[in-house]
């Protein structure tokens, strides 16, 4: 199947977290109008702590990200795991939440009303308690993300593309030396892999690579 029309779907950017965790998504959306039964639908990927505490807690937030976010903001909490994403950013804890307090053109938070199984990823239902507008610049969209920021697409996101990696992977075999993938993003080096190697793309050590 020809996937190039899925390029053309419009995203945002993200945080979603909740007690003590939270990841990097672009897939949100507004579903109800009314002030009083605001509803929104988040999703995620089952691979993610973040998906496994909403489904313990039944909250949520959602922040949205400014277009001046900083790329290890991004890299911190769509690349990597674990509880102490939060412990070098300022937040506050509303709701039972985590809620970054910069980066952020404003923050909701949510209470999970439903939740539809779709194969990879997890659909989130949730009512609206709490919404904050701190300010009005302009939001951080998937598509400056990727062609402006050159950002990286973590593998969990439904927007990751696999024919992208497979073909520089093939590519990079073709010169007959070593490739090693990026487990976390993708990314492809070519050459032997150093020790102390970062990957450029998501910033995670060598541990995360495999040899192809």
């Not at 949520?60 to 990200?65: H, K, N, P, R, V």
């Amino acid at each position: 199947m020809n996937d190039n029309l899925m390029n053309y779907f419009s995203y945002g950017m993200y945080l979603l977290s909740s007690k003590n965790c939270g990841c990097i998504i672009n897939t949100a959306c507004q579903i109800t109008s009314d002030v009083n039964n605001l509803i929104i639908t988040v999703s995620v990927n089952k691979n993610n702590y973040t998906n496994e505490i909403i489904k313990k807690t039944k909250k949520l937030a959602l922040s949205i990200l400014s277009q001046d976010t900083d790329l290890e903001l991004i890299k911190t909490f769509g690349f990597k795991s674990g509880t102490d994403k939060f412990n070098n950013y300022n937040y506050e804890t509303i709701d039972d939440c985590n809620v970054l307090t910069d980066n952020i053109i404003g923050y909701l938070t949510a209470d999970v009303i439903d939740t539809i199984d779709c194969d990879t990823h997890d659909i989130f239902i949730a009512k609206v308690n709490k919404q904050k507008l701190v300010n009005e610049e302009n939001p951080l969209t998937y598509k400056y993300y990727k062609e402006v920021l050159k950002g990286a697409v973590n593998k969990n996101a439904p927007t990751y593309n696999k024919l992208d990696t497979d073909k520089l992977e093939k590519k990079t075999t073709a010169s007959g030396q070593e490739v090693w993938i990026c487990t976390i993003c993708g990314y492809v080096h070519e050459g032997s892999l150093p020790e102390d190697f970062i990957c450029p793309r998501c910033g995670v050590e060598r541990k995360y690579f495999v040899k192809k």
